[in-house]
């Protein structure tokens, strides 16, 4: 692919709140920001676990992975990676742009102050869809 048709944004939705699913999001997302793309998570649904305090640490495997959580952790262990705390830390130092959704928070009765950080913006499917829509953008969801 030739650069000038190269996109220059991800847009990632992040609707899981399994291991399975928040690892791939952000080896995705990290991934795409060392490589110079603008990357933007929208968490929801069960995604919101990853933003919510309390509920972060309990974030384990799906069903589908075979693993229990003790596994799971021994073998991210052995292969070198993060956690999925260091993870959103290293997101967030690289610049991606960490968005929960206000239709989700407001679901579930969560508050600003109940995310793992106050300033994340909190942002609704209209802007979600400005992200989605740009020419530029690369969006999956997970």
């Known amino acids: 692919m030739s650069t000038q048709n190269k996109k220059n944004k991800l847009v990632l939705v992040v609707s899981k709140g399994t291991a399975d699913a928040v690892y791939p999001a952000f080896i995705l997302a990290t991934t795409a920001a060392s490589q110079g793309m603008d990357v933007y998570m929208y968490f929801t649904f069960g995604g919101m676990k990853v933003l919510t305090k309390g509920q972060l640490e309990s974030i384990a495997p799906s069903k589908d992975l075979g693993l229990?959580?003790?596994?799971?952790?021994?073998?991210?262990?052995?292969?070198?990676?993060?956690?999925?705390?260091?993870?959103?830390?290293?997101?967030m130092d690289m610049g991606v742009h960490i968005n929960a959704c206000s239709p989700t928070m407001k679901l579930f009765g969560t508050t600003k102050e109940s995310l793992v950080d106050p300033n994340i913006p909190v942002v609704g499917a209209s802007t979600f869809l400005e992200w989605a829509s740009d020419p530029d953008a690369i969006t999956l969801f997970i």
Do not use: F, N
């Not at 990676?81 to 997101?91: R, S, V």
């Open 68 to 91: 229990s959580m003790e596994q799971l952790r021994e073998l991210v262990s052995k292969g070198g990676m993060p956690t999925i705390e260091q993870m959103l830390k290293t997101a």
